[in-house]
């Protein structure tokens, strides 16, 4: 199983960035896929998740501003990503949760977002 995650980038404070995480190796549209995210010095949250039928849910931190979604056809989640804070710099990362776990893991996409 490969993820790949893209679409981080450096923007300002209120700008958008669309992150992009495509699967392969794996029937994608069984699994609750999700992003997460860790900052310097800081522990790695969830940030958004959606199930295999499309039901999402998001850290308080973000609801409103980011949205989760899949396109199974293409084995791909997104995460849109506006009103950005600096707060939200990171490197974000995807998870495909199988059985018990959060068992499959993209390489991390970098998102800067300057004051």
């Known amino acids: 199983v490969q993820l790949q995650a893209s679409g981080g980038g450096l923007v300002q404070a209120g700008g958008s960035l669309r992150l992009s995480c495509a699967a392969s190796?794996?029937?994608?549209?069984?699994?609750?896929v999700g992003w997460f995210r860790q900052a310097p010095g800081k522990q790695r949250e969830l940030v958004a998740g959606?199930?295999?039928?499309?039901?999402?849910n998001y850290a308080d931190s973000v609801r409103g501003r980011f949205t989760i979604s899949r396109d199974n056809a293409k084995n791909t989640v997104f995460l849109q990503m506006n009103s950005l804070k600096p707060e939200d710099t990171a490197v974000y990362y995807c998870?495909?949760?199988?059985?018990?776990?959060?068992?499959?893991w993209g390489q991390g996409t970098l998102v800067t977002v300057s004051s």
């Open positions: 959606i199930t295999s039928i499309g039901i999402t």
């Open positions: 190796g794996i029937t994608f549209s069984r699994n609750t």
């Open positions: 998870a495909i949760y199988t059985l018990q776990d959060w068992d499959y």
